[in-house]
């Protein structure tokens, strides 16, 4: 009988066990502001560190538009700079790291942050990296396959051709309609899913799965808050991307240390 009671504890012991869920906290609109706030104090406190993180996003997108013009790819302008913020949270993990350092009073320089910024190819983060390059991708098909369907017959010579279709036509008017709906559903998606998995991934050792779960609860608990989080940083984006994308030198960055602190304040610290 004590034999049989061992081989069911060892049996118990090497069972897989599934991973406790992480608490998450209820937010308010309260919180959100003072993320704000303190997001756009670390933005001062390293306001060249910072910058250069918002000035490489920006300069990336003026290349990326400019190859698609060289290419002849008029009809992807305005998707991809429409689905360009997508990739946001991913590009501003070197601001969650710099957050999370004047937050616990660490000094750091450009070694340390591009350092961390580089290990993190070896963790988990890659595969959220490859969630949000793959919604960005998803998002330019579902575009080409409208296009294809709905104004099969349009030629786009150049971008002022591309504009009069989508702009000033019925069938274009179908194509805005459809495409932003399917684009509001893809960004709700991969702001649920990566809201508060980025910086969770850069702050504990834990898997993908389980901060993008995580970040979906954290939505789906207080979804009046985040949606509204949501919102601002739409429209902060799209703002930012009007002056030929050098808005978001400045917005990107103070967007990013928010999200820290949002993060901070809809998950608490970990027990371990």
């Not at 099969?152 to 309609?177: C, H, K, M």
Request: glycine share 6%; charged share 15%.
């Amino acid at each position: 009988m004590t034999s049989e009671r061992t081989d069911a504890a060892k049996q118990d012991e090497l069972a897989p066990r599934k991973p406790a869920l992480i608490h998450v906290n209820k937010v308010t609109s309260a919180d959100i502001k003072a993320s704000l706030k303190a997001g756009f104090a670390d933005f001062l406190a390293r306001p060249f560190m910072s910058g250069f993180f918002g000035l490489f996003y920006a300069v990336f997108g003026i290349l990326f538009v400019w190859s698609l013009v060289w290419l002849n790819k008029i009809w992807m302008i305005i998707p991809a700079v429409v689905g360009f913020p997508l990739v946001a949270p991913f590009a501003a993990a070197g601001l969650y790291e710099m957050s999370r350092r004047l937050q616990n009073g660490e000094s750091f320089g450009w070694a340390q942050i591009l350092t961390v910024m580089a290990d993190q190819r070896k963790r988990e983060m890659g595969w959220m990296a490859f969630v949000t390059l793959f919604i960005f991708w998803v998002w330019i098909y579902q575009v080409r396959l409208w296009l294809a369907i709905i104004l099969q017959d349009a030629s786009f010579s150049d971008f002022d051709g591309f504009l009069n279709t989508v702009f000033f036509t019925p069938e274009g008017w179908i194509f805005l309609a459809i495409g932003t709906c399917v684009g509001m559903f893809l960004c709700a998606v991969l702001f649920s899913a990566t809201v508060v998995a980025m910086p969770l991934l850069l702050d504990r050792e834990i898997d993908f799965v389980t901060a993008m779960i995580t970040s979906l609860r954290v939505v789906t608990e207080n979804p009046i808050v985040m949606l509204s989080w949501a919102a601002i940083i739409a429209v902060t984006m799209l703002v930012s991307l009007m002056p030929a994308f050098l808005g978001l030198i400045f917005t990107l960055p103070i967007l990013g240390h928010t999200t820290w602190h949002l993060y901070q304040r809809a998950v608490p610290p970990s027990e371990e």
